[in-house]
């Protein structure tokens, strides 16, 4: 028990000299008290709006301040540092300490609680809460709150990222509680998560480089020019079925003389029988029709072109050789005879 009698008795000292401080420096704007021992002594931190009314000239505010708090609370070699406050609009107890002021100066309690609530949302926090309760409007007591944007009651979150601040109004029908609750807009709550994305898979070989606008152009008409040829070709092979036969030529009639190889006489005629007779005949060889071609798909199907045929030409009696013929010996009947 005695160990806690200890904490009792240093907390209720810190509350005392808290009470105090805000009661020196209201003026400059109170806005917390931080009390740390140390081996040296007790260092004590005061954080205010105007650091400079706290100081004083030539430090003499400051200096009666540190011998009072050691005479009075009993604090060995107190050390008092002054900070001045980043941003008094999100600061609880100096927000307080305003609207408290407010108050006196004959504001309207709900014209008071709504612009302290838009002034501190203003500056960026989270959210805030602003209870007024005492005689506002007649004999009986009552509670006003303005709020707005996110705020916590209870657990945790509400210890780690409220802060309060609280200030008394006196005014003719009685004293005017003011509390000031503000949520740290750096504040991180347990439902907020980030989510780690995936590895990064690894980068793929760079692509070829996409067709210019002309070149996919000209691939798209070649492409519909190839379908358009195709669906001619099967119209055309549905309806006529399987291509027909080329004709074959005639022949062109000859005079016989050319036919037998002799050139033709002098005057026109034909050589006599005995020299067609020498002279070798050639067999002609009977020319195969063409076949039809096979076309490929994407192509019409259309009849192999017709040649002429021509019977080649006659070669001079000089320049073909000449065959002997060899006498046949009479029989000997024919020669009696004879």
Same mark, same amino acid.
């Given at each position: ?34 009390? *740390? ?118 657990? *945790? ?36 998560i980030d989510i780690i994305p995936p590895p990064a898979e690894p980068v793929p ?101 017709? *040649? ?19 006498k046949k010996p009479e029989p000997a009947e024919e020669k009696k005879e004879g």
């Amino acid at each position: 028990m005695a160990s806690e009698r200890k904490f009792v008795t240093e907390n209720i000292r810190r509350v005392l000299l808290k009470e105090y401080v805000m009661s020196k420096v209201g003026r400059a704007g109170f806005g917390g008290l931080d009390v *740390q021992r140390t081996p040296m002594g007790t260092r004590v931190t005061l954080i205010t709006e105007r650091p400079g009314l706290v100081i004083g000239r030539r430090g003499e505010a400051i200096k009666s301040l540190t011998m009072a708090i050691e005479k009075d609370f009993n604090f060995n070699n107190p050390q008092i540092e002054v900070q001045e406050v980043e941003n008094p609009n999100l600061n609880a107890q100096i927000m307080a300490e305003k609207l408290a002021n407010a108050l006196e100066r004959g504001w309207h309690f709900r014209r008071a609680g709504h612009s302290t609530v838009r002034r501190i949302m203003d500056s960026g926090a989270r959210g805030c809460q602003v209870i007024i309760s005492g005689k506002l409007t007649g004999q009986r007591h009552r509670t006003e709150k303005f709020k707005e944007g996110h705020i916590k009651y209870c657990g *945790q979150a509400k210890l780690n990222f409220m802060h309060q601040g609280f200030a008394a109004a006196k005014l003719k029908p009685g004293i005017i509680g003011v509390t000031v609750q503000i949520m740290d807009p750096n504040a991180r709550l347990p439902d907020e998560i980030d989510i780690i994305p995936p590895p990064a898979e690894p980068v793929p070989a760079p692509a070829a480089p996409a067709p210019t606008g002309s070149e996919a152009k000209a691939e798209d008409k070649k492409a519909a020019e190839a379908v358009e040829e195709l669906r001619r070709t099967a119209e055309v092979a549905a309806g006529a079925g399987v291509a027909a036969k080329p004709k074959r030529p005639r022949k062109k009639k000859e005079p016989e003389a050319a036919a037998a190889g002799m050139p033709p006489g002098p005057a026109g005629q034909a050589a006599p029988a005995g020299e067609a007779k020498a002279a070798p005949k050639r067999r002609k060889k009977k020319e195969e029709p063409a076949a039809p071609v096979a076309t490929a798909a994407t192509e019409a199907i259309t009849p192999a072109p017709t *040649q002429a045929i021509t019977a080649p030409e006659p070669q001079p009696l000089a320049e073909a050789p000449e065959k002997k013929e060899e006498k046949k010996p009479e029989p000997a009947e024919e020669k009696k005879e004879g």
